[in-house]
């Protein structure tokens, strides 16, 4: 009998030692806003029109106009339409921004988030930098900048303005330049 209960001690202590051993050291709050706010998207200026997904084409240049590190050529201005006339679910006095997925393969975060060639036997040391509406680089690996083309939501519709640009990573070579990235549209 003293067995059993010698057995029921040292396991009722050994129970109680894990939970002390379980305590918290500290606590992590997550918090976010789930917006009712609903705006179609679609390429505006400079762009193929086409609905979310939309193409940019930036101008032929010459392999001169990138032929160090640093330099860059082809800027082309676009424009993101976020809502439209009548859509009464994209709220008036909020305010909308792109925010640029970080985890798009094609972003470049040690040449200062900047995207990737993907052309297939493209140009070589050629990346394409996405500007705000100041002309500020935006940083696509951390989304850097990217407050610098916000516009609040009026009549129902915002214009978002960006500009795309050629960026060379050392003498450019000639070739194809192709290349993406995800987004969102954040409404605050």
Do not use: H
């Not at 993406?180 to 549209?185: D, G, I, T």
């Amino acid at each position: 009998m003293s067995k059993t209960l010698i057995c029921a001690a040292l396991f009722s202590a050994l129970g109680f030692t894990s939970l002390s051993a379980a305590a918290a050291d500290g606590k992590i709050t997550f918090t976010g806003t789930i917006s009712d706010v609903t705006c179609t998207i679609k390429g505006g200026d400079n762009t193929n029109g086409g609905t979310s997904n939309f193409t940019v084409t930036l101008p032929s240049v010459s392999t001169t106009a990138l032929a160090a590190a640093g330099q860059t050529a082809g800027d082309t201005p676009f424009s993101v339409i976020v809502g439209g006339s009548g859509q009464s679910g994209c709220k008036d006095g909020k305010i909308a921004k792109l925010w640029f997925e970080t985890s798009t393969p094609t972003v470049d975060a040690a040449n200062g988030g900047r995207l990737k060639n993907t052309a297939s036997a493209g140009a070589t040391n050629v990346l394409v930098g996405l500007l705000n509406k100041a002309n500020a680089p935006i940083d696509l690996s951390d989304n850097t900048g990217v407050d610098g083309s916000e516009e609040t939501i009026a009549d129902n519709t915002a214009t978002l303005q960006y500009t795309a640009q050629y960026y060379a990573t050392g003498a450019a070579g000639a070739g194809d330049v192709n290349t993406y990235v995800n987004y969102s549209v954040v409404y605050n």
